[in-house]
Each structure stands twice: as C-alpha cells, then as structure tokens.
C-alpha cells in the first residue's frame, strides 16, 4: 500500500511532461469507458486508436501507455492531476476533440450509459469545455444532427 502511495506521488516529478500528458489524456478516456463497469474489446479498440492517432503512438509504445494508464486508474482517487495538467496545455479546440474522444469511448459498445454520460458532462465541465460543445460533439459522435 504505501509503496503504491509512493509511486502515485513520485510519478510528476520522475516522468517527462509529454508523457505525463499522454497518460492524463489515456486516464481520462478510461474513466468513461469503465463508468458503466465494463471496459469492453470495442472500447478498448476504440481507445488505443484514439491514443495511437492523439499522441502518434504505436506497437509497443500504445500498449505500454494504455497499460500503464490502466494500472494508474485502479490507484488514483481523483483525476484532479490529470484534469489540471490538461488544462494547462490543452488549448480549447484539443479540449474539444478530448470530449469528442470520450463520446466516442461511450457510444463505441453501441449504448451509452448514463454513467459514461454523467463522466463525460463533469469532465467537459473541468476542462472548462462550453455547454454547446459537449452537446455537438455527443450529436457528431452519435450521428445525430
């Protein structure tokens, strides 16, 4: 227990930033995609390719991302860390395209959950993402017009 404390504190200082924004980007997608407990092969498929064009990421490098990011979410409490460090790097469009993102992760088993929803509205709203862009990108995402 306290080991795995001290790795959650340890990794900002020990872990480049580019990295450390890759894995906040890899958290994020994850806490929708498991919101409804089920972190299914479509999901999955859908996160790694959106890692894989996000960050230009692959082989060996994409699975030890989502792997790790996997690993990390079980030991976080909050994404506080993750939503911060986003927001100070993200300018509004990549916020924007992060939401779409999620949406994606949500409708990627073919039923969104109202879970993945509810996640996805409290992220927009810590990435400081309008109201009407959360709407659009479900809207986009879903085929909806």
Known sequence: MIAALKRIFAAPQTTPPQERLRLAGALLLIEVGIADFNLGIAERTLLQAQLAARFSLAGDELNSLVEHALEQHDLHVSLHEQVALINEHYDAKAKRQLVS???????????????????????????YVPHRDFIQTKHE?????
């Open 141 to 145: 995402v879903s085929g909806q017009k």
């Open 101 to 127: 993102d999620m949406w994606g992760i949500a409708f990627a088993d073919g039923e969104l959950h109202h879970y993945e929803e509810a996640v996805i509205r409290r992220l927009a709203d810590l990435l």
